[in-house]
């Protein structure tokens, strides 16, 4: 029973998180919308910064898996960039373009939240770890250049709710190690 209640907070949270922001999400919302005491929630967090470090964890793990999958049926290099980037467009519309929950929290969070900011960190450490295959001779810095127009791709889509920018980056990568 006890971790059917945190699974039910960490979604209440996740959802709202994702949907309306970290700052605008109050603890009393995600106790009232999770259907739960508040000492219930505090039996599992100490703070909404805990709890959303365990969002970003979470959404961290599912992102990367839903990526594996999304690119696991390409054949070589090149169609696995390609299915990288269509990927950006397949989670823009399963999630209504509400683009990166990193980003989305980096930018509503103060400089000095180090807990969150590590956790914003570590994924996009490993987002520019899975770009590393596509290094060649000929272009050692291509994931790092892929990478800015992976994130890039994310931020421009959720600002216009267009996929345009998502295949110009696509398109721009393809032909950085082409």
Known sequence: MKLKAKQKILE???????KQGYNATGINQIIEEADVAKSTLYQYYN?????AIDYLNTRHQYWFE???EFTQKADNKLDKLK????FIIYMNNKENYRGCCFLNMLSEIQDNN???RTEIIKHKSD???Y???????????APQFIYILFEGAMIESKLYR???????????AINLIT
């Open 83 to 86: 299915l990288s980037f269509d």
């Open 66 to 68: 839903q990526l594996l």
């Open 12 to 18: 209440t949270a996740s959802k709202l998180f994702h």
């Open 131 to 141: 770009f590393e295959i596509f290094a060649t001779e000929n272009t050692p810095d």
């Open 114 to 116: 180090i807990a969150l």
């Open 162 to 172: 267009h996929d345009r920018f998502v295949e110009a980056a696509k398109k721009a």
């Open 47 to 51: 703070s909404k910064e805990e709890l």
């Open 127 to 129: 987002l520019q770890k």
